[in-house]
């Protein structure tokens, strides 16, 4: 092999290892700052590591809002209809907060199952519902407005 090609080969070969470095931190990189969805069946199956930063989602259940006197603290539970998780968020909630509606929660899960919220969003109209809630509520069954009916029988049920 001449010289000057094994400079080339040198080169080529520096190239493509940078790259994989550069690709290597690239999905290092994601893997830290990605937060997964979660449904309350999830997390009460375990399937969420305790301290994990994640998104929770679902339906605030009636009756369920708790608010301290004397701070900003926030507690209530958080349903997809089949299981429940305790929420405690520290801080203001979105005006269209409200027991019965569907809400997503930013936030990490404690060893006692308390989860504890950094950021609350609600929905924006009494129509939307977040995908990632829906999906959940549709996967327990308990998909609010999804049964049809025709002359008072129920042709379609979930």
Known sequence: MTPKRKQRLMLVSLMLAGVGVAAALGVNAFRDNIMLFHSPSDVVAGNVAAGTPFRIG?????GS???DQNSLEVNFQLTDLG?????SFDGILPDLFREGQGIVA???IDSSGKFTATEVLAKHDENYMPLEVADALERAGNMPGTEATFKNKTTVSP
Do not use: K, T, W
């Open 106 to 108: 930013l936030g990490s």
């Open 65 to 67: 809002v708790a608010r």
């Open 83 to 87: 299981q429940s998780v305790a929420v």
């Open 58 to 62: 679902g339906m605030v259940v009636e």
